[in-house]
């Protein structure tokens, strides 16, 4: 859900943008260094010289938001979450079939309706007005997300449908899909992955039906905010949402990872969800965040014409999960076509149990760049954009090593240590020595730091 997702890293990328001045990977951009010496062809790929950006049959005009590239551009459609026998389809459909088969209407068919075919373009309204997530808002920023234009993102959460499913008359619902966040690199984030949102809105007669003497109980009052409920709930129907979502989120857990699991939750106070909480479970010894949930914020409710109801919501990573399961080791493998690790994942149901077998041990190779940092605003994020842009998945990792502020001069020194490992084979140093050399001459050229090569 919106707000419970930590995607506040700020970074500032603008320049990559899709205008036709200089390329990187194909990927046209402002120059600040008209000097600098071109990314070497191999990694250049052909991209349309224009203003427009052509996605999934509808064309976007830039603008001096746009900064989505075509590395990411080029993940648009995978849906990977859609693909039969994939370990995220796996998960997806075993917590589809968990709601369907515990969770049912008057009628006897599923209470939870699934969506997971909702297109990845968003509007800025959907992704963050609707959400109630103010115009100054850290998480609005370009260098954290996708724009397409000021109007037009690629979803930074499912969070942003929302609105518009509870507005269509849903009271139960689970959203699927892909999202797309500028973020640090290691072998458990990666700038494209998928959520699953779950939300269910309750009416006052279902809330307190079960409940003795419970015909007196009221879902709203006229009180006060709270770090434990809002000021438009009554405590008895925070409680109760409250005392649901837990119930309905340990079982889901539990019938993934089997009797015996064991789960904490963590207090989380966010400006527009009270309560919320942050679900960790320990597996293998080892305590685990999986999911973020919390009483849905009324306005949000109110304005999409469900004002008589209260509700929760939940948003859950499907890789994060997967890669618990299944003992995956590195968020790269999901995008892999190699049918070594693609067959591992076939079987007679969804429910087969399965440990990953790695492919290889491949041996990493590492390169250390250093650099000044520019005077004007910089930020880490906008480095790791253009080592994923320029690298794509050879690169493991990204490490901050050292920082380093002249005494005299003042000026700031960035040391990072890029890790490189492919998935599937065996680097060598020649090819690594050569993509390394594009990302130093793209730094200078596109972040306009001063290199100390």
């Known amino acids: 859900m919106a707000m419970l997702w ?8 603008s320049k990559t943008a899709l205008s036709p001045k200089v390329k990187v990977r194909g990927i046209p951009t402002h120059s600040r260094h008209s000097s600098s010496k071109s990314v070497p062809s191999d990694f250049a790929a052909s991209a349309p010289c224009s203003n427009t950006v052509e996605l999934l049959g509808k064309s976007y005009l830039q603008d001096d938001y746009s900064n989505v590239t075509e590395k990411i551009l080029s993940k648009v459609g995978k849906n990977l979450h859609n693909r039969k026998h994939h370990p995220l389809w796996l998960i997806k459909e075993q917590v589809k079939e968990h709601f369907y088969k515990h969770y049912l209407g008057r009628r006897g068919t599923p209470l939870f309706s699934v969506y997971d ?3 990845p373009v968003v509007t800025v309204q959907q992704n ?3 959400l109630l997530i103010p115009q100054n808002h850290a ?9 397409l234009n000021r109007d037009h993102m690629l979803r930074a959460h499912t969070s942003a449908h929302q609105w518009d499913l509870i507005h269509s008359g849903l009271d139960a619902f689970l959203a699927v899909g892909d999202v797309y966040r500028r973020d640090t690199i290691d072998n458990t984030h990666y700038p494209v992955f998928h959520q699953m949102e779950g939300v269910r809105l309750f009416s006052c007669h279902e809330l307190f039906s079960s409940i003795k003497d419970g015909e007196g109980l009221q879902l ?3 009180g006060h ?7 438009c709930h009554t405590m008895e129907a925070v409680r109760l949402v409250e005392f649901n979502l837990k119930q309905v989120l340990t079982k889901l857990m539990t019938h993934i990872f089997g009797d015996g699991l064991q789960v904490r939750w963590v207090d989380c106070y966010f400006p527009f969800t009270h309560p919320s909480f942050e679900m960790e479970i320990n597996f293998q010894g080892e305590w685990m965040e999986v999911l973020g949930c919390g009483v849905m914020e009324q306005q949000l409710v109110n304005s999409a014409g469900a004002q008589d109801k209260i509700g929760w919501a939940f948003g859950l990573g499907l890789e994060r999960l997967a890669m618990i399961l299944y003992d995956i080791p590195d968020i ?3 995008w892999s076509e190699d049918e070594r690790f693609l067959k591992q994942f076939i079987g007679p149901h969804i429910w087969q149990k399965i440990k990953f077998q790695p492919l290889s041990r491949y041996p990493p190779l590492i390169n250390d760049i250093s650099f000044w940092l520019p005077s004007e605003t910089y930020s880490q994020n906008d480095f790791y954009d253009l080592v994923r842009t320029i690298g794509g998945d050879l690169i493991e990792k990204v490490v901050l090593l050292d920082e380093f502020s002249h005494p005299k001069t003042k000026k700031v020194s960035h040391c990072y240590r890029i890790v490189y490992r492919h998935p599937e084979r065996t680097l060598t140093q020649d090819e690594v020595h050569r993509i390394h050399q594009a990302i130093e001459e793209s730094a ?3 972040l306009g730091v001063e290199g100390r090569f």
Do not use: P
């Open 332 to 334: 790269r493998l999901f």
């Open 139 to 147: 998480s609005r920023r370009k260098e954290d997300n996708y724009y």
């Open 117 to 119: 075919r909702l297109s």
């Open 128 to 130: 963050f007005d609707s």
């Open 444 to 446: 200078v050229r596109e």
């Open 225 to 231: 905010r709270t770090a434990h409920k809002q000021e």
């Open 6 to 13: 930590k995607f506040m890293r700020v970074a500032k990328y």
């Open 220 to 222: 709203f009052e006229q």
